[in-house]
């Protein structure tokens, strides 16, 4: 699961419960230039790898928590 500045907590971290209980070898995997990922609400999320070493993998299923953008009008 893809993870970035902004990543929703809940959808993030409750999926990946969620899918663990479940017997899933699931992997946290941060966009940003370090692993450690400042949520939507200001939780900090720390992955479990870098996206780009994901890349040579073959993944069942790639789950997207939604990235909360605010912009200020």
Avoid: K, N
Avoid at 17 to 37: K, N, P
Avoid at 49 to 70: E, G, K, N, R
């Amino acid at each position: 699961m893809p993870i970035a500045m902004g990543t929703e907590e809940m959808e993030a971290v409750v999926l990946a419960g969620v899918l663990r209980r479940a017997g899933a070898d699931v992997t946290l995997a941060s966009v940003e230039d370090g692993l450690e990922v400042e949520a939507s609400c200001s939780s900090r999320i720390v992955a479990d790898t870098h996206i780009a070493s994901c890349a040579d993998q073959v993944f069942d299923l790639v789950a997207l928590p939604v990235i909360h953008i605010f912009l200020s009008y």
